[in-house]
Structure formats: C-alpha cells, structure tokens
C-alpha cells in the first residue's frame, strides 16, 4: 500500500492539492492503457513546440461528441435539443466572424487562441445538434468529405470546373 507524503509543498496540513493529486496519478499510471472511455473523456495532450498554439489533442470526432454531450442542458426536450445548438452554432459564427472582420478591416491583432475557443464552441453546437438529429460527428464529417469529393474529384482549383456542382452548397 502506497502512503501518501506528511508535506507536500510547504502544505503543513500534508494534504494534496487537486493539481498534485492529478500530477501523481499521471506519473503512477504514466505508459499504462486506458480505458476507451478515459480516452474519449480526458484524451491525452501532446504539447506542440511553444511557438504553436493551442496545444493538440488527436482524437476521434466521436470520441469528442461523447465527451462533449456529457456538458448538454439534461432539462432541454427534443425542440431544446435542436434549437439550443442551432443558436449557439450562429452566435459562435459570429463572434468568429466579428474577430476576422476587425482584424481584416480594423487593423486588430489577429487572436488565435480566442479564434480557436470560438471554433471549438462551435464544435461543441455541431456535435450537440448532429445528435438531436441522430447523427454521429463521424457521420457528418464523412457525409461532407464524400460530396466534396464528388464536387471537387481532383482537388479545388482557382478557376473552378465550370459544372453546377463546383457552388459549395
């Protein structure tokens, strides 16, 4: 049986901090499998070099929906559960929108961090209203990836194809 150490940095109650008891279970369990469901909720952060940002996390889109929807309003009826996640995805829009535009025609700093909070609310509406609709994000994404290869077999081109199709839509 593991004890536990009487100090832990300087606390003379010898009881640990959220944030060490986090760092201590990372260590003890550090090269051991999770579970699919450790993964899909706290999936494990690779630290990209320091000039890039906001950290990457490699994870499956279903495995993100599943964490995701454990965040949803549990009150919200069905109507709820379409028209909350449909609001939220255009007021995300647009407050995506709004940072580009200012940056664009303002003259502000282009923030990529608040850029990418912003995207991923806006993931969060998506899987949130894919669900409602009972899809999976898997099948969205693959539904979408097969009609632009439909439009665009060989890639986009500046000039486009010329066929009705080219039109995103």
């Not at 009487?6 to 999770?34: E, M």
């Not at 899909?40 to 070099?49: L, Y």
């Not at 889109?61 to 379409?82: C, E, F, I, V």
């Amino acid at each position: 049986m593991r004890s536990r150490p009487a100090r832990i940095g300087g606390d003379p109650s010898g009881k640990l901090s959220a944030v060490q008891r986090g760092n201590q279970t990372r260590r003890r369990h550090a090269g051991r499998r999770r579970s699919p469901c450790a993964r899909a909720i706290f999936p494990r952060v690779s630290t990209a070099p320091a000039s890039a940002s906001p950290p990457f996390i490699a994870m499956r889109l279903s495995d993100y929906q599943a964490a995701a929807l454990r965040t949803r309003n549990p009150a919200l009826d069905d109507a709820g559960r379409l028209l909350d996640p449909a609001a939220g995805l255009a007021e995300e829009a647009g407050e995506v929108l709004g940072a580009v535009r200012k940056h664009l025609f303002h003259g502000r700093a282009l923030d990529r961090a608040a850029l990418a909070e912003e995207m991923g609310d806006a993931l969060w509406c998506i899987a949130a209203l894919a669900d409602g609709l009972g899809l999976s994000l898997d099948e969205v994404a693959g539904a979408n990836l097969e009609k632009l290869r439909r439009r665009h077999p060989h890639g986009f081109t500046a000039g486009g194809q010329g066929s009705p199709d080219s039109a995103p839509g």
